[in-house]
């Protein structure tokens, strides 16, 4: 048996999440069955972290283990020619049996991108989440600042959170921002389910004008999730990139979110 790893992105509007259902509509169950039909056995995926019903992809890692003898690019071809066209495999490489997809992440990227306009544009329905009021990106930048660092993040985890801890490490937060739209950039060794989308939430209040800047850090001390602002929406939302070992020859996922510059560390 060998182990494969892939790298690959999705549009997430057009499926009910990362994880496979009994009707088949998710990311998972469309390139099993891709890789299953090209391998000629059963190929069960582990992913490198479960995204949302209509949350996208443009580095998501998975790794899988089968008997077949294809070549790299055989494995990129071949499983994207089965594919819809919502998903595509960018690299495919044979690697280390101890490589894990999951738990040997060193660190993992999102990117939340908000499309800032008094009418929400069609092209970003989908794509973006949307404020239409105007945004203070400066004060969402400073307020940011409080929760780099290990913290406990209890105030920002969803109640259907299933990790056995809430502290997680935040290496790095950006706020960027290119005409119409701001882009919250977010690096750290793994997050809490709706974890970001609950300090995008938060960072708009304080945009907004509706919070102070020094509100996120009452709300991260308080560790109760009720303080926070509500969850914002999936579309905006985007699994970046993985990083693991240099010794598992893993590429850096190709550009496919160019507001990203790679987070400020700001410890």
């Not at 509509?25 to 469309?30: E, F, K, L, Y």
């Not at 890789?35 to 190929?43: I, Q, T, Y």
């Not at 040997?104 to 069609?122: D, E, K, M, N, T």
Request: hydrophobic fraction near 40%; include cysteine; charged fraction near 20%.
């Amino acid at each position: 048996m060998k182990r494969i790893a892939l790298i690959l992105g999705y549009e997430g509007s057009r499926f009910s999440g990362w994880q496979t259902q009994p009707d088949g509509g998710a990311v998972q169950d469309a390139l099993e069955a891709s890789l299953s039909a090209l391998a000629g056995h059963p190929v069960r995926v582990t992913c490198a972290g479960r995204t949302d019903a209509g949350v996208h992809a443009t580095g998501q890692v998975v790794h899988f283990d089968t008997a077949a003898e294809r070549s790299p690019q055989a494995w990129v071809r071949g499983t994207n020619a089965r594919l819809p066209k919502a998903v595509a495999v960018f690299h495919a490489r044979e690697v280390d049996p101890e490589f894990h997809a999951r738990f040997g992440a060193r660190s993992r990227r999102y990117v939340y991108l908000i499309h800032r306009a008094p009418v929400q544009h069609p092209l970003w329905v989908g794509r973006a989440g949307w404020v239409f009021r105007s945004l203070d990106v400066a004060a969402m930048r400073s307020a940011s600042r409080q929760l780099v660092g290990e913290h406990d993040f209890s105030a920002f985890r969803s109640s259907q959170c299933q990790a056995k801890t809430p502290v997680r490490r935040l290496a790095a937060i950006s706020v960027e921002e290119s005409g119409p739209l701001v882009a919250l950039c977010f690096e750290g060794n793994a997050f809490l389910h709706h974890m970001v989308r609950n300090i995008v939430g938060s960072l708009v209040y304080v945009g907004t004008g509706r919070q102070p800047e020094d509100w996120i850090g009452k709300v991260l001390a308080g560790r109760d999730r009720r303080l926070a602002a509500p969850t914002f929406s999936a579309e905006g939302l985007y699994l970046q990139g993985v990083t693991y070992d240099d010794r598992f020859g893993l590429p850096a996922p190709p550009p496919g979110m160019p507001l990203w510059q790679g987070a400020s560390r700001l410890e």
